[in-house]
């Protein structure tokens, strides 16, 4: 089953490292503000989370869950790289597919 999950934070771009004072080196305000809508329930009301824990990124969507890392120097400095794979990672682990389009987050458990 695809479901909407959400729409994609546009203001988050605003919290990348090179706006802000943040100096975490995975762009930790930008990574909180882009999967803060995550945390929902879909239309079926199966909740959903997606939270940061340090470098961890732990997806939940129902009874499934899995992590992803945010891995600098294997994957990319770059913030917005480093939480897509660590987001596809996370999915991935839990069983789910993780699809961003068209500014759209969609889910397919």
Known sequence: MRAKLCEVN?????????????????????VDAWIKPMNTKLEDGTPVKCKRRGLKIVFTAGGKKGEGLM?????????????????KEAAKAAGIELVVEDGTIYVTI
């Open 71 to 87: 891995r600098r120097i294997d994957v990319s400095a770059d913030p917005v790289v480093m939480l897509d794979a660590a987001l």
């Open 10 to 30: 546009a203001d988050a771009i605003l919290k990348l490292p090179q706006h802000t004072d943040d100096k975490s080196g995975i762009g930790a305000h930008y």
